[in-house]
């Protein structure tokens, strides 16, 4: 028999979590969570053990598990806890991203604006398909991102930031469900379109473009105006003079790319590339440049 000290009552439970005592009986009833013991006078008395098992089943209870459900999750032989907690802490996050965007939405709405519904912001297909991406396709992530981190942290970046590129994606796809389709059929065929886009010249500029743009963002630490960061935008002025096809590099044209390094995709692609804070660094170092040579080349 469980030693009584140090056990709460039905009554202490149901203070400490404010599940009723009626409640608590019910789960007795139907084997969700038994007493660990009982007083002389026959109440129901609740151990460490079961007060954590209650802990379960509350945070199951509230990811919108339906009791049955509950009880054969947590009465499996292999139940692990900790790797539940993990599962636990991950949907919960989702269904709290998913409350603050409709927050979003409803202060939209509540200023008189006109918006989609919240299906079209939802950009959960998508994401779904980075990931199913990323589970059979490493050896494509590291070459392309570095690293399996570099390629959570893009993930994440648009899971933060989903509102803004659904926005993006509706501008240029004209609809969350093109977009996604889109970039499905390009993540199945994502060998295939890098190597027809990085082929002869084509690669050979792209990785010049990369070493500009990865010595810029070497050190953010330096200041973004000091003559050594300057000389290597002033190199990629150059270099994009050099490549340019019919295009006037003045200053609304270094608007126009401070301006996409300003949006939140950019910025995640970017931060993914060439570590957090590189997207900023780049419209700082570019806006410095522009506003410091009168036609933006020299």
Known sequence: MKELKNMQTISQV????GISPRTLQYYD?????????????GYRLYD????????????????????KEIQEFISQPDFDKIAAYKKQKELLLLKRNRINRLIQLLDRLEKGEQCMSFKEFDLSDYIQALENFKKSNSDLIIKYWGNVENFD?????????????AKLAIKYYGSIEKY????????????????????????????????LYAKL???????SSSDEIQQIVQEMDH????????????????????????????????DSKYGAGASDYIVSAFKYYAENHSDGHS
Do not use: C
């Open 14 to 17: 149901a203070k400490l979590t």
């Open 29 to 41: 009833a139907s084997g969700l969570l038994k007493p660990s013991g009982y007083t002389a006078t």
């Open 48 to 67: 460490t053990e079961a007060l954590e098992k209650l802990q379960q089943i509350l945070f199951f209870k509230e990811l919108g598990f339906k009791l």
């Open 153 to 165: 942290r893009f993930v994440r970046k648009i899971k933060d930031d989903e509102s803004e590129v």
């Open 180 to 211: 996604t389709e889109a970039m499905t059929y390009n993540l199945e065929h994502f060998s295939e379109i890098m190597e027809k886009q990085f082929s002869g010249d084509t690669k050979k500029i792209l990785r010049k473009s990369d070493d």
């Open 217 to 223: 963002t070497s050190d953010l630490s330096k200041d």
């Open 239 to 270: 270099f994009m003079h050099e490549n340019a096809v019919d295009v006037s590099l003045d200053k609304p044209y270094w608007n126009v790319i401070i301006n996409a390094y300003s949006s939140d995709y950019v910025k995640a692609i970017t």
